[in-house]
T-cell receptor
């Protein structure tokens, strides 16, 4: 049972444009959501997070939106840069268990 | 910022041998660490939650006797893959939770295990 789903395995975006990565979840107990960036053979690097009490969190070029009723979150990157090319994972946790559940990842490619 | 060091980064071992992977939180104390496994082009699958001073909590389907986890101090957790087989070849990643939760989870750089 995949509790966190990223339905787009890949996304290609032109440099300077907006990248939108999507994530859906099924467990209504999740109350904390995170986005990670990952390069091959490396550990994930934290990008941005959002608590379920918020619907938006912004940090520089990265903004995460949370729609609790739809159990959907998205990561917006604007403007997209070539260095943003990587695999992006969304993850969720419930405060009690503390453990993270990851989506399958979306490979983002930024084209010059 | 929080740093988690994971060693070794790569290891090749023969079938039947055991391999130990270390995960250290360098600048913070982590009462809870997590071990993940990632197959090529797949998600990170949580294997177990490691709690300092107590037994690890394993996810369903993960063999406790095969993947031994020890969290002997607030800065070190180890994963030992015992009697390794080729199907254990994978990318193993640890993460440490820095309290409070808003500090987040910091990941190690991962270990590529190849069993030949």
């Amino acid at each position: 049972d995949q509790q966190v789903k990223q339905n787009s395995p890949s996304l290609s975006v032109q440099e300077g444009r907006i990248s939108i990565l999507n994530c859906d979840y099924t467990n209504s107990m999740f109350d904390y959501f995170l986005w990670y960036k990952k390069y091959p053979a490396e550990g994930p690097t934290f990008l941005i997070s959002i608590s379920s009490i918020k619907d938006k969190n912004e940090d520089g070029r990265f903004t995460v939106f949370l729609n609790k009723s739809a159990k959907h979150l998205s990561l917006h990157i604007v403007p997209s840069q070539p260095g943003d090319s990587a695999v992006y994972f969304c993850a969720a946790s419930d405060g009690g268990a503390q453990k993270l559940v990851f989506g399958q990842g979306t490979r983002l490619t930024i084209n010059p | 910022g929080a740093v988690v060091s994971q060693h070794p980064s790569r290891v090749i071992c023969k079938s039947g041998t055991s391999v130990k992977i270390e995960c250290r939180s360098l600048d913070f104390q982590a009462t809870t660490m997590f071990w993940y496994r990632q197959f090529p082009k797949q998600s990170l699958m949580l294997m177990a939650t490691s709690n300092e001073g107590s037994k690890a909590t394993y996810e369903q389907g993960v063999e406790k006797d095969k993947f031994l986890i020890n969290h002997a101090s607030l800065t070190l957790s180890t994963l030992t893959v015992t009697s390794a087989h080729p199907e254990d070849s994978s990318f193993y990643i640890c993460s440490a939770l820095r309290q409070p939760l808003t500090y987040g989870y910091t990941f190690g750089s991962g270990t590529r295990l190849t069993v030949v």
